[in-house]
């Protein structure tokens, strides 16, 4: 698993999102300043985010994004599958399985990497936007 650069703009605003939720939008400028961002790759993001059904946004001279649900309700492991796609770090994992099933010969090989994969997914899949805010205040 790799988190890119991109993956990594997108849990960065996220968390400036919850940090604000549920007190309205945030204008992306706002979002760039304080985590100093490139404003144009952030708004590409957010539109992606926006799609995804994780922001919502509103237009006009008072918009911006703020979540769609609450922050302890959206897992980084959602975030990172929408923006860079498996958690695995070798295909997803049922490509992995069916390797372990069908290769004997590579079992042991393939039954590491599912486990990588299934400890990381268990990490990401349980921390939430939330769980990121309450860390970083402390």
């Known amino acids: 698993m790799r988190i890119s650069q991109r993956g990594l703009y997108a849990l960065q605003a996220l968390t400036v999102l919850a940090r604000r939720h549920p007190e309205g939008v945030t ?16 708004e590409a993001i957010l539109l992606e ?3 995804a059904r994780i922001v919502t946004s509103l237009r006009g001279a008072n918009g911006g994004y703020q979540l769609k649900r609450a922050p302890e ?4 492991g959602d975030v990172i599958r929408r923006i860079d796609g498996p958690l695995a770090p070798f295909e997803d994992a049922e490509s992995l399985r069916r390797r372990v099933r069908t290769d004997p010969r590579h079992r042991a090989l393939f039954n590491v990497l ?8 268990g990490i990401l899949d349980h921390t939430s936007l939330s769980d990121l805010c309450c860390s970083s205040q402390n």
């Open 73 to 76: 309700e959206i897992f980084l």
């Open 49 to 51: 985010l926006k799609r």
């Open 114 to 121: 599912l486990d990588v994969r299934n400890a990381a997914a």
């Open 27 to 42: 204008k992306i400028r706002e979002i760039a300043r304080e985590e100093q961002l490139p404003e144009k790759f952030l």
